[in-house]
């Protein structure tokens, strides 16, 4: 049974940060690429990073790139996601995902095949 478990969500100001983890066990975690999504009230869930099996490739959306960064350390099975600059319209639930893979090719939420049950991270104005 995979279980993915994010923790490190609250409230920040805007401009400041907040650094997100997420806790995997079941699978062999080094096996597989790591993603992040976020779902806002009232929209879709939209990608936010990838990064692939050994941390040396990432890919990030437009809208969090030169802000977020996702790493992961294999050895406590966990990836995280650094969150500076923070913006009001990055208020969201957030979710981490497992892929069908190793390479960090997964912008769609139909390529991860396990997810978390999602943190809720507000920015206030």
């Known amino acids: ?14 401009g400041g940060s907040l650094r ?29 990073a990838v990064i692939n099996w050994s941390g040396a490739s990432t890919y990030y959306a437009d809208s969090v790139k030169g802000r977020f960064t996702i790493s992961r350390d294999n050895a406590k099975n966990t990836v995280y996601l650094q969150m500076n600059k923070l913006k009001p319209e990055d208020t969201a639930v957030y979710y981490c995902a497992s892929g069908r893979g190793a390479q960090a090719r997964g912008v ?10 999602g943190t809720q991270v507000t920015v206030s104005s």
């Open 20 to 48: 997100l983890s997420c806790a995997a066990s079941g699978r062999t975690f080094s096996s597989y690429a790591m993603g992040w999504f976020r779902q806002a009230p009232g929209k879709e869930r939209e990608f936010v």
């Open 1 to 14: 049974q995979v279980q993915l478990v994010e923790s490190g969500g609250g409230l920040a100001q805007a």
């Open 108 to 117: 769609s939420a139909s390529w991860y095949d396990y997810w978390g049950q």
